[in-house]
């Protein structure tokens, strides 16, 4: 009785990753410096200075 053939499968190589067209960085900074812009927008002014007696 002879061996039967011996048979090595190779796994497929990994498929490269297609761009989505924005990078992650890309995104990030899109959705993340008009809400930091917005929050120093709406941040409520300090009143230091004109409470001290001056009327304007």
Sequence with gaps: ???P???VHR???PAAPKPHGRS???TTLVV???A?????ALRPRSRT???R???S
């Design 32 to 34: 993340t410096v008009p």
């Design 11 to 13: 796994a497929a190589p």
């Design 49 to 51: 200075g004109r409470s």
């Design 24 to 26: 992650v960085v890309t």
């Design 1 to 3: 009785m002879s061996a």
């Design 53 to 55: 007696g001056r009327s």
């Design 5 to 7: 053939p011996l048979v």
């Design 36 to 40: 930091v812009l917005a929050a120093a």
